[in-house]
């Protein structure tokens, strides 16, 4: 059987009639067996992101020889043995819920099993990381850490602030995740996680995605090379079992990445984010050679499966339960 591969951040169009099926095609091609889909960020509302969650759902399950909506972790079994592609939801920021930490529970129920605590910039519940003042988890925000684990949502500090993470994942009972962030110590911005987070994360049970994206990576044409640098830097410090994958990688095409980047209320000028051609994201073709690059180092097999997607099963098993809305899309 072929290693259980999940990619933990994939950004599909979400404009009205985009074609989900086709998105995905590069990581079908890739064999890719689980993929976690965004339906909400920055200034979005909970209203976009219901539109979304439904055009996603629809055409998910217009596909049943393709798809299959992963819910409960019985449903990776199916993944794998069916040869589908699994595919669930998250949502980055917790912006959208405005002041109605209930209002998770609706996202839960409807696929979504992550959601970012902010992003880039602070809202009710905790600061992003490009603000220069984090008080941390506001009164709101440790509701929303408890709702969450009360009903089996992840927890992802992501675009989150420093204080604000660290504030997650000491009251959190599950583990958490940095979805798709990279360690700070190789690439100095302020998206990325410095040593002491990702440590504090590991002590959750957590696993931390390491994306591919250049502003990230510190590497103007990255490559599968570049992304093994920051796996390996954090499995030597954290542990194998603690590192997974969330490229962040943009199914859209470099006007609509512009677009999207522009409003500096979420995108700040000064930190790389001004030129949206320089920008550049791997797609799923690194798997296979990252997983080269890991078994000439060393690794065993045990810890690039684990890298490749088991790290992030094992999170799910630990956190998701039954949804009230289960049954399949």
Same mark, same amino acid.
């Given at each position: 059987?072929?290693?259980?591969?999940?990619?933990? +951040?994939?950004?599909?169009?979400?404009?009205?009639?985009?074609?989900?099926?086709?998105?995905?095609?590069?990581?079908?091609?890739?064999?890719?067996?689980?993929?976690?889909? &965004?339906?909400?960020?920055?200034?979005?509302?909970?209203?976009? /992101?219901?539109?979304?969650?439904?055009?996603?759902?629809? #055409?998910?399950?217009?596909?049943?020889?393709?798809?299959?909506? %992963? #819910? @409960?972790? !019985?449903?990776? @079994?199916?993944?794998?043995?069916?040869?589908?592609?699994?595919? =669930?939801?998250? %949502? @980055?920021?917790?912006?959208?819920?405005?002041? #109605?930490?209930?209002? %998770?529970?609706?996202?839960?129920?409807?696929?979504?099993?992550?959601?970012?605590?902010?992003? &880039?910039?602070?809202?009710?519940?905790?600061?992003?990381? +490009?603000?220069?003042?984090? @008080?941390?988890?506001?009164?709101?925000?440790?509701?929303?850490?408890?709702?969450?684990?009360?009903? !089996?949502?992840?927890? =992802? =500090? $992501?675009?989150? !602030?420093?204080?604000? /993470? *660290?504030?997650?994942?000491?009251?959190?009972? *599950?583990?958490?995740?940095?979805? +798709? $962030? &990279?360690?700070?110590?190789?690439?100095? +911005?302020?998206?990325? %996680?410095?040593?002491?987070?990702?440590?504090?994360?590991?002590?959750?049970? !957590?696993?931390?995605?390491?994306?591919?994206? &250049?502003?990230?990576?510190?590497?103007?044409?990255p490559t599968a090379d570049d992304v093994f640098r920051h796996v390996d830097y954090a499995v030597n410090l954290i542990g194998a079992e603690h590192v997974g994958l969330g490229l962040d990688h943009c199914v859209e095409t470099a006007h609509d990445l512009a677009e999207y980047i522009s409003d500096k209320a979420f995108w700040p000028s000064g930190n790389g984010y001004d030129d949206a051609a320089s920008i550049v994201i791997l797609g799923p073709e690194i798997f296979a050679p990252l997983s080269d690059r890991m078994r000439a180092a060393g690794y065993p097999e045990e810890s690039i499966r684990g890298v490749l997607g088991e790290n992030f099963r094992r999170v799910a098993r630990?956190?998701?339960?039954?949804?009230?809305?289960?049954?399949?899309?």
């Amino acid at each position: 059987m072929k290693p259980f591969t999940w990619d933990m +951040h994939v950004a599909a169009p979400r404009r009205p009639g985009s074609d989900l099926y086709a998105a995905l095609a590069e990581y079908r091609d890739a064999g890719i067996s689980m993929v976690t889909v &965004n339906v909400s960020d920055a200034g979005y509302t909970l209203e976009q /992101a219901m539109r979304t969650i439904s055009s996603f759902r629809a #055409q998910i399950a217009a596909k049943p020889e393709a798809f299959l909506f %992963v #819910q @409960e972790p !019985g449903d990776f @079994e199916h993944v794998q043995s069916d040869a589908r592609m699994g595919i =669930c939801f998250d %949502v @980055e920021g917790a912006l959208l819920l405005g002041e #109605q930490v209930d209002a %998770v529970r609706l996202l839960y129920d409807l696929g979504v099993r992550w959601m970012a605590m902010a992003y &880039n910039r602070t809202n009710a519940f905790g600061a992003g990381c +490009h603000e220069t003042i984090d @008080e941390g988890l506001t009164p709101l925000g440790r509701a929303l850490v408890k709702t969450m684990d009360e009903i !089996g949502m992840i927890k =992802c =500090c $992501s675009h989150t !602030g420093y204080r604000t /993470a *660290r504030d997650v994942f000491e009251m959190s009972t *599950r583990p958490c995740i940095f979805s +798709h $962030s &990279n360690p700070r110590a190789l690439a100095d +911005h302020s998206r990325n %996680v410095p040593d002491e987070l990702m440590k504090a994360l590991a002590q959750t049970g !957590g696993v931390m995605g390491i994306n591919a994206v &250049n502003l990230f990576l510190g590497a103007t044409r990255p490559t599968a090379d570049d992304v093994f640098r920051h796996v390996d830097y954090a499995v030597n410090l954290i542990g194998a079992e603690h590192v997974g994958l969330g490229l962040d990688h943009c199914v859209e095409t470099a006007h609509d990445l512009a677009e999207y980047i522009s409003d500096k209320a979420f995108w700040p000028s000064g930190n790389g984010y001004d030129d949206a051609a320089s920008i550049v994201i791997l797609g799923p073709e690194i798997f296979a050679p990252l997983s080269d690059r890991m078994r000439a180092a060393g690794y065993p097999e045990e810890s690039i499966r684990g890298v490749l997607g088991e790290n992030f099963r094992r999170v799910a098993r630990e956190v998701w339960k039954p949804s009230l809305l289960s049954s399949r899309a």
